[in-house]
């Protein structure tokens, strides 16, 4: 029951928020309408339907968002007392982190869904075949819990707006750019970089989704979930930002 | 004598790198119906005392007990704690749904009637970033309170409300007692909460200089006061 409570309360916050939030909805799109689009004319002799491989790097690059919107969720929830509350008042660490996968689940299909509505504009109706989308949908969620899980375990660590900003700042592009999400990448030490980004495996998944990929990506979001539990267990209540 | 809600036991609190504990042998019983004023000086324990007994930190050793449903305990911490990206309403909202999840139906009048109590109606859908100070610290003591809980834990609520402010606070705490809910509250206001509240502990150093019914502890005094602060001060100084 709290989960659902807390879930209600952090959709209340991105409505009074909404010109912030904005920009997680924002972001994607203009990564596709522009980046892609631009990418396409070059790329699309290499990478075949450009649309599917595309909207398989977009589904990734929202995973990894999620992750870094959630450790900022947690971490304001932390300093504003909100982590506290729930769980003074009778709730458990992993019933919150439920309520943050399910807020961060449900951005996710609402961005999923804005993604498609400007593929159709971008690629002028070329889209995936239903089965490819639903599936894309389904292995995106386990990829967000699992991203999810990480920031949220970061987010029970970070105790200052720098730190959080500092942490944002050197992760996004480099583990956006460094794998294969908008365009192959082939040789040189970038490929040896990529060799090391989850994306890079997690993109290739939702390419190409088979059984053994699936357990993977399973094994990843309980993974994701068990480092937020245990860190968040151990993370002070109320965070010392002010 | 009735149970007591909150029995703590000679609980002690060490922080690493600092020689003396916070808390050091405390004990504290409230009852139904107490207001029980924690008074000490800047670092003497009170709020340390606060965080064991809301369970926002664990004791180095000794036994906090809360023997109510946790849903009837209010909390205000001394720090100011609100979702800034929530409004005033859905603020005091989450606390009550937190601590009572079934309380969705019913947590609208509860609001209003602890906004109305606390001045705040005029603020319920304003975001708490948009308020003053006092406005912030209301939020917090209405979060605390509504949906009139069996027992209040007030770290200073009283810390940035202006004297109006203070004076609605403490005839809300007055109309509880008479209920029958129980508070254990430290503040800084030391010579008007005398009048509002039943019994006082005065702490020092992390020890409870003494634990008396209001009307005997300032009896205390070598003249009449209504100050709960110029009994303090006299028993720190016979403890030295």
New interface residues.
Partial sequence: MRPFILTRYHFASLWNWRTSYLARFIEPVAYLLFLSTGLRASLESRTGPYSEFVLAGMVCLLAFRAATASMSDVANDRKWGVFAMYTLQGGSTPGYIASILMFACTVFLGQFILLLLCSLLAFSGALPRPDVLLTQAAVGLLLVVGWCGFGVALGGRVDSYATRDFVVTITSLPVILAAPLFYPIEGGWLQTVAAFNPLTYQVHALRSPTGPWLVTLVVWAIAGIAVAVFSLRRAERLSRER | MPEAIVAADNLVKKFPKRDRPALDGVSVEVCPGDVVAVVGHNGAGKSTLFDLI???SRPTSGLVTINID??E?G?C?Q?E???????VR?NIS??L???R??A?RTARAAVDAVAEALGLSAHLDK?AETLSGGELRRTQIGRAMAGSPELMILDEPTTGLDPEGIEVVFAYLDERRKQGAAAIISTHETSRFSRHCTRVIAISDGRVLTDLPVGDYLALAPHRTEDLWDVYEQLKEGSR
Avoid at chain 2, 81 to 87: A, F, N, P, Q
């Fill in positions: 809301g369970g926002l946790r849903a305990v909390w911490p720090r704690i609100v979702d800034w990206s929530l409004t859905q989450l606390g749904e937190l601590r999840p079934g969705r975001t």
